[in-house]
């Protein structure tokens, strides 16, 4: 079992009761809402279908950071004075990019925000304009719930108990296939589906695609292939539904076998990935999208950013601090692999969080559960090199409830504007229910 796999299981002692229900649960499958997504609720808005394939689009790399990641370790506005005031954050600010004699300053993304130095790796996507970073964002809905907070993010509509389908599964329903041919167009590195992708056509969890195989005895497992291939394969026509999802799952099995995942997959561009499990779900997520086998989405999940204790992003020798350096050399090398030295791959890679942490840090020298946060873009089409923010202040009098950062940008704009220029995707009334974009673009996107 992967580095990553039991993060997402193992109870964290820095984390909250709720954080540790919610890791344990989201190990499990999520097989019932999947089938019942694939009802297609009537009250869903009219779907209209694009008139070609649409070769040109992205393939999408989703990132989900459960726990509620604080976005102020992340990305820090030295530039608001509040950030330095003696009781805001004592034991956790990060220091201004001027102070040479501070090994640990943050890095200037610009004349208002740093980036953490544990996210060094990241420096080269946002000097070559490939990663934008959004603060202030997140969802509209003030709950506090990990429960309630990732399922409102993952769904694409706060409050609304009738959606169950995910907002990159209904990206996936109202678009025709990349290739298709293709057995595959998405998967999620979980035991069950993602929440995010439920609802997705030909879209399966797989914790490995390297030992992805039909379950039992291994020295069965080209008798029982050939069984399936020859007993739910059509007569006289094409396949019922339930004969072409397991064709579909054979199929699958055969085309990842043929992929060179893990040591034979070999990085372009002198790109290393981490040893540790997202850095090897990474990698493989690279030889998936280099091998064009018409796979449009992959999701991925982090967990452990629960830090209600002893946070000190700061310090090298902290847990919060590898982890967050376990992420940005991941992406570093993602970045360098797939999208740097004239590689046309297209690709975007987003990551979100269900909420930011308190504004102010706690008895304990952690975060509590907050509101703003950051969303972030990689790839080639994404117009980056910039902190997108409408910046609310951090003094108390502006602070949401006296206490957190409030969300200026709805993510859902952001989002929106990533799926119609970048996955060409017109149905934004279906992928966001009830949700009408801003007029005014934020101009995420090059394209």
């Known amino acids: 079992m992967s580095d990553e796999i039991n993060n997402q299981i193992a109870p964290d002692s820095h984390a909250c009761a709720e954080y540790n229900q919610l890791s344990r649960r989201n190990f499990l499958a999520t097989g019932g809402a999947a089938a019942a997504a694939l009802s297609f609720p009537a009250w869903l808005p009219r779907v209209v279908l694009a008139q070609n394939q649409a070769s040109d689009r992205d393939i999408v790399v989703s990132i989900f950071l459960t726990g509620g990641c604080d976005g102020l370790a992340f990305v820090i506005p030295f530039g608001d004075p509040e950030y330095y005031a003696a009781t805001f954050r004592p034991n956790l600010s990060i220091g201004r990019p001027d102070q040479t004699s501070d090994p640990n300053r943050a890095l200037a993304l610009d004349n208002f925000f740093g980036l953490s130095p544990a996210l060094a790796a990241l420096m080269p996507a946002y000097q070559a304009r490939d990663l934008l970073i959004a603060h202030a964002t997140g969802s509209v809905n003030n709950n506090r719930s990990h429960f309630e907070a990732q399922k409102y993010m993952e769904v694409g509509k706060p409050a609304d108990p009738r959606v169950i389908d995910g907002w990159l599964g209904r990206h996936l329903r109202t678009i025709p296939p990349l290739r298709p041919d293709a057995p595959l167009r998405a998967m999620g590195y979980m035991g069950g589906l993602p929440q995010t992708l439920v609802g997705g056509l030909k879209t399966l969890p797989i914790p490995n695609p390297s030992q992805f ?192 950062l409030r969300v200026t940008i709805d993510h859902r704009d952001l989002l929106a504007e990533v799926v119609r220029n970048r996955l060409k995707n017109p149905n934004i009334s279906t992928i966001f229910p009830d949700f009408t974009p801003r007029a005014q673009s934020y101009n995420v996107t090059r394209v």
């Open 213 to 404: 195989t039909i379950g039992g005895n291994g020295g069965t497992t080209v008798e029982r292939g050939a069984w399936l291939a020859r007993d739910y394969a059509p007569v006289g026509g094409d396949p019922m539904a339930w004969q072409a999802h397991a064709l579909d799952a054979t199929a699958t099995i055969g085309l990842l076998q043929g992929i060179a995942f893990n040591a034979n997959y070999r990085p372009q561009n002198g790109a290393t990935y981490p040893t540790s499990g997202f850095g090897q779900q990474m990698r493989n997520t690279a030889a998936l999208i280099r091998s064009e086998v018409g796979v449009e989405a992959v999701h991925l999940t982090y967990g452990g950013w629960d830090t209600h204790v002893e946070q000190q992003s700061r310090l090298p020798g902290s847990g919060m601090y590898a982890r967050m350096k376990d992420v940005a050399d991941t992406l570093g090398a993602f970045w360098q692999d797939l999208m740097s030295g004239g590689v046309t791959q297209r690709v975007t890679l987003m990551i979100v969080s269900e909420f930011g942490r308190n504004a102010r840090e706690n008895g304990s020298r952690g975060t509590d559960h907050g509101r703003g946060n950051v969303v972030w873009f990689m790839g080639k089409g994404i117009n980056g090199g910039r902190v997108l923010s409408q910046w609310p202040g951090l003094s108390r009098d502006v602070l949401e409830s006296g206490q957190d």
